[in-house]
């Protein structure tokens, strides 16, 4: 098994406060995305991070060895629509209660 935890960056800093009607559905449809991977299995936890600085989201990946992190991610509605991107930030081993 591979894992990492995956950043979500937005466009722009103040992205939850300013999206379009477009970005706002692309939104509905990267938490069903996300929700879909957890029920895969292949996503252990995510959601948004409040950053003062600027919000963006955390999603920590646990997939096989021969499966493509940036592959699965570019899936993603939001990405695909060219809004934000992710980093992929390799992890050693992942522990998680239950």
């Known amino acids: 098994m591979k894992y990492y935890l995956c950043k979500y960056i937005p466009p ?14 692309w939104m509905k449809q990267h938490g069903a995305f996300l929700d879909e991977r957890l029920n895969e299995g292949k996503i252990v936890a995510h959601g948004p991070v409040m950053d003062p600085a600027g919000g963006y989201g955390v999603s920590l990946y646990q997939i096989a060895d021969d ?32």
Do not use: C, W
């Open 67 to 98: 499966q493509d992190i940036q592959a699965i991610t570019s899936e993603d509605p939001i990405v695909k629509n060219g809004a934000g991107h992710y980093e992929h930030h390799p992890m050693l081993h992942l522990k998680a209660r239950g």
């Open 12 to 25: 722009r800093a103040d992205f939850l406060a300013t999206m379009t009607a477009d970005e706002q559905q």
